[in-house]
């Protein structure tokens, strides 16, 4: 099974312009997140789509960083304009919902190799 | 708000020995996940726990969870040069919506 695919791997830009990141999921996996890792840092989650439908964005500096995903498949992550604090690890993961019966569901999130950004 | 902790932050131990590392988290919840990083890679998955008393291994990892303690371990038997990487532990904020709150990070070096 293809696993969640990602590009660019690596992307250098000067400060305020911008940049467009994509991300392919896992076929059949509704959730996606993008995520932001500083060096030194776990991930943080800036989005959270059910499959084209936004359920968790209040991480998201909306003015800066805007995302889709179109026809619940792919997804791409703007940044319009870059700033020198943005320079990160941008990581994709995808989700299936795994139901437990009486205990619920859960699911287990799997991640893409991510791209790394350099705000120069 | 969910807050996550790991500790130690770093850890160098030598192949062979015994190591624990450990993840606390500030509210209730009984999913919680494990992840591995290798410099310059992305996460790979190591566990899922999802219930209190929960225990999985795998090799010489052994992860269990303590939904009551808030506290989740991850346990190193004889560790050999290939453990070296980043844990991250991760915890599901059981608000239905399957977000992950990621601990800092355990950066383990095993020396030969």
């Known amino acids: 099974e293809a696993g969640v695919a990602q590009s660019p791997r690596y992307k250098i830009i000067e400060k305020r312009q911008s940049v467009a990141f994509w991300c392919n999921p896992i076929?059949?996996?509704?959730?996606l997140y993008w995520y932001q890792q500083i060096l030194g840092q776990g991930p943080k989650l800036l989005i959270q789509?059910?499959?084209?439908?936004?359920?968790?964005d209040s991480q998201l500096p909306k003015d800066r960083f805007s995302a889709e995903r179109l026809k619940g498949v792919d997804s791409t992550l703007k940044i319009q304009p870059a700033k020198l604090e943005d320079s990160a690890v941008y990581l994709c993961?995808?989700?299936?919902?795994?139901?437990?019966?009486?205990?619920?569901?859960?699911?287990?999130?799997?991640f893409g190799p991510g791209t790394r950004l350099t705000v120069l | 708000e969910l807050k996550v902790e790991q500790n130690p932050l770093f850890l160098s131990m030598q192949e062979g020995k015994n190591y624990t590392i450990y993840c606390n988290y500030s509210?209730?919840?009984?999913?919680l996940y494990w992840y591995r990083q290798d410099p310059g890679k992305s996460l790979e998955s190591l566990f899922v726990?999802?219930?209190?008393?929960a225990v999985k291994q795998e090799g010489r990892l052994m992860a269990s969870l303590d939904t009551k303690a808030r506290l989740s371990t991850l346990h190193i038997t004889a560790a050999v040069h290939d453990l070296s990487a980043t844990y991250f532990c991760?915890?599901?904020?059981?608000?239905?919506?399957?977000?992950?709150?990621f601990g800092t990070g355990t950066r383990l070096k095993v020396l030969a």
């Open positions: 726990l999802l219930s209190n008393g």
């Open positions: 991760a915890v599901d904020g059981n608000l239905g919506t399957y977000k992950y709150i």
């Open positions: 789509f059910q499959n084209n439908g936004v359920v968790d």
């Open positions: 993961a995808s989700s299936l919902d795994v139901w437990q019966g009486r205990r619920g569901s859960y699911n287990e999130q799997f």
């Open positions: 076929s059949g996996h509704a959730t």
């Open positions: 509210t209730t919840s009984d999913r």
